[in-house]
């Protein structure tokens, strides 16, 4: 689309227009008065110079209508939008201090699925994609976005404990589904990866569960960590040397899996249990395959400057104007 970003100059066009019909009336009004008194010189042939005259005032003019096409300064200008073809997903993460286990050695439970995360976001170009982290609370640590690379980097800065000791599975829920109340989406996910029990938080799990069913947002529960007793890495400081060390103590994998299992079946979602980090991988390809749908992405406009041709154009034909009428009309035989 063409347009003009500052019409009002082409009133100076409209001005021009009248001057120069105003200066033709009056040229053609001395010529017949020229030739009325002048009768002896009717049958003379006129000079080169003479017939060419009005060539240094037509190039002044037409240089003076496109130095004001200039200051109205002509644009094209595009305006799209990119149609994606993708979901909203919300990526739950619990980053409580029980998952620091290292039952996926040598890796623990947290480092293991930011990465397996990470993988996920970027083979889902076409969603836009939030995470939030929770332990004891939670928050939002990036709202849905088509920025996968800043989507990714917050993710890597993830720490353990980042919330507190505890995990609060119906705030982090609720947390989410607020993430995904304003999607225009007609596919909108939660992703919840944890390895324990609801212990902390105001908000029941069932409670924050009903909501996200009712708003249609399915929820993808996965259950972290292998059944049984783990070994769990405790930092603690020898009481002779007083250096910091690493000691191992046995903890009991405790997962709600009826729960969890119950509240994902309701949104239409599943629960699946990683028991290991090929498992994990794959329950992550499974949920690769959700149905897409159309997301379009905001409008994108570009302008291009037309304003430089008829500039550079209008000062070329008054440069020539101006000097045509000092030098070549100046030699021209008289």
Known sequence: MMRLAAPEWLVALALLAMWCGWAIHNYRAGQAEFRISSLALAGEVRSLRVRLAWLPSLFAVAGLAL???ALARPQRVFTFSTEKRGIDIVVTLDSSGSMGAEDFRPRNRFTVAKQLIAEFIEKRVDDRIGVVTFGARAATRVPVSFDHRIVVATLEKCELGDH????????????SVNRLRESKARSRVIILLTDGINNAGSIDPATAAGLVKQLGIRLYAIGVGSRGVVQ????????????????YRPMRADIDEALLTSISESTGGGYFRATDEATLESIFARIDELERTSLEAPKTTSIDELYEAPLVAGLVL??????????????LPA
């Open 232 to 247: 769990m890495p405790i930092r603690v400081q020898n009481r002779l040397t007083g250096e910091v060390e690493t000691i």
């Open 164 to 175: 507190g000791d505890g995990t609060a599975i119906g705030h982090a829920i609720a947390t």
């Open 67 to 69: 130095l004001v096409v």
């Open 318 to 331: 008054l440069a020539i104007a101006l000097l045509a009428g000092e030098t070549i009309w100046m030699r």
